[in-house]
Structure formats: C-alpha cells, structure tokens
C-alpha cells in the first residue's frame, strides 16, 4: 500500500498491510477496517486503536479524527469481539530460579590457587 495514495496511512503502516498482503485500496475495501486491523493483530504486531481509525478515514476519505465518535465505538466493539476470538498467547514458562554455588578450591600445590594471594608462599592479607 502507498502511503501517499491512501490517506491516514503512514510508512509503518503501510509495511504492516502489505506484509498481511493489503497492497491496494481494494483491497482494504474488501476486507474492511476492522479485518484489516485483525490481519495485523494477528501476523504479531502491536498497532494502537489509531491504526483502526485510520483503516476506516481511509475507507470514508476523511481524516482519522473526522470519524465519527459512534462509528469508533463500533469500531472498537468489533476488533474487541475478533480479539475474542484470538487463541490465548502462548506463553514460555518462567525459568526456575536460579541458585548460586560457590566453590572453594584448595590448592594442591603452592601457586595453584585461584588468585594470587592464595599462594601458599604469599604473605597472608595485612602481613609484610
């Protein structure tokens, strides 16, 4: 869909339909803007009710914000009632939590051990 040809339609708008397969404006007239917003919804993007909104101007010709307040409210009784029917999220399980263990090592021979000051020849912390 060409941003410039359809009105309200911005650039990320526009890639949202054409990567739902909307290209044209007949083919936004043919499935409505309540399917349209629904083809987004589901493809896994996140648009606002604004993207509704402007679905609709584009179809009516006006602005976004010229839609009437009644018709929005349709609007958004429909794209509630195709959410409805959305299968719930399919969510990842929280990891189980994780515990930390520290491991001392005792080294088994002097200049093995893990830092320096371990050395069994290295003067303990404080000593000179």
């Known amino acids: 869909?060409?941003?410039?040809?359809?009105?309200?339609?911005?650039?990320?708008?526009?890639?949202?339909?054409?990567?739902?397969?909307?290209?044209?404006?007949?083919?936004?007239?043919?499935?409505?803007?309540?399917?349209?917003?629904?083809?987004?919804?589901?493809?896994?993007?996140?648009?606002?009710?604004?993207?509704?909104?402007?679905?609709?101007?584009?179809?009516?010709?006006?602005?976004?914000?010229?839609?009437p307040e009644a018709r929005r409210q349709e609007l958004v009784l429909a794209a509630d009632a195709a959410t409805a029917l959305l299968p719930p999220p399919r969510y990842k399980p929280a990891a189980a939590p994780v515990t930390t263990t520290h491991h001392i090592a005792e080294p088994s021979a002097p200049g093995l051990g893990l830092f320096d000051d371990e050395r069994a020849d290295a003067p303990a912390a404080g000593e000179d």
Request: glycine share 8%; proline share 4%; with cysteine.
């Open 1 to 67: 869909m060409n941003a410039p040809k359809l009105r309200n339609i911005g650039p990320k708008s526009a890639a949202w339909l054409r990567q739902v397969g909307l290209r044209t404006y007949e083919d936004l007239a043919a499935v409505g803007a309540v399917e349209a917003f629904m083809r987004v919804r589901r493809a896994g993007f996140k648009p606002s009710l604004n993207l509704l909104y402007a679905l609709e101007g584009a179809l009516l010709g006006c602005h976004w914000q010229e839609v």
